[in-house]
Nanobody, 125 residues
């Protein structure tokens, strides 16, 4: 089972930037596609970005939701067993709990089975 821990959340002004990090258990990390979800207060959870594992031949190997495309970038560092979410030009609508998730598959397409505890991002006007 994959263990996930997020960090990097906090309070920022609109227009600012953040980089969220998710650290996974090293023994399984390279086999898992990874995703970032967010859930604003009172709204449904949505997938905002995902990335395939090195075992996948997916082309493209990443996914970014249309609502955040051009502002969000996902990347991974397999040596450090980490996945990152770079968020630029934050909007007030970006206020949410951001969660890291993993799949028992190399491809980012599909349901996610393992979840971190979440990290809060609060954007002020």
């Amino acid at each position: 089972q994959v263990q996930l821990v997020e960090s990097g959340g906090g309070s920022v002004q609109a227009g600012g930037s953040l980089r969220l990090s998710c650290t996974a258990s090293r023994r399984t990390f390279s086999s898992n596609a990874m995703g970032w979800f967010r859930q604003p207060p009172g709204k449904e959870r949505e997938l905002v970005a995902a990335i395939s594992s090195p075992d996948s031949s997916d082309d493209p190997s990443t996914y970014v939701a249309a609502s955040v495309k051009g502002r969000f970038t996902i990347s991974r560092d397999n040596a450090k067993a980490r996945v990152y979410l770079r968020i630029n030009r934050l909007k007030t609508g970006g206020t949410a709990v951001y969660l890291c998730a993993a799949r028992n598959s190399s491809t980012w397409r599909g349901l996610y089975e393992y979840w971190g505890q979440g990290t809060q991002v609060t954007v002020s006007a």
